[in-house]
């Protein structure tokens, strides 16, 4: 029980991790569009970081990925093992 929570988890971790990156630029503001430059910093530096809404946005689209993934697994079967074969076979 303790191990399927863990590897569920790590999942979770992943999407979410991955996730915070495709959230990150999501209603980005920089300093260069707002004609606020600050001395000594870069022109596409944020105005200001939304720590709130990009964790709870990156929560939220982890979640709905999740779920996805927990039901192709569990209702359907669906696994890595049924993704193509891309790259070369080593095995005899």
């Known amino acids: 029980m303790l191990q399927s929570f863990l590897q569920g988890f790590a999942v979770y971790f992943i999407i979410w991790w991955m996730t ?7 209603g980005l503001r920089t300093q260069a569009e707002d004609n606020d430059v600050v001395l000594g910093t870069v022109p596409s530096a944020p105005t200001r970081f939304r720590a709130v809404f990009v964790f709870s946005m990156t929560t939220l689209v982890a979640a709905l990925i999740y ?15 049924a993704l193509p074969k891309i790259g070369p076979s080593f095995t005899n």
């Open 20 to 26: 915070l990156f495709a959230v990150l630029p999501v």
């Open 67 to 81: 779920g996805a993934w927990y039901i192709c697994s569990t209702y359907f079967g669906w696994g890595f093992d």
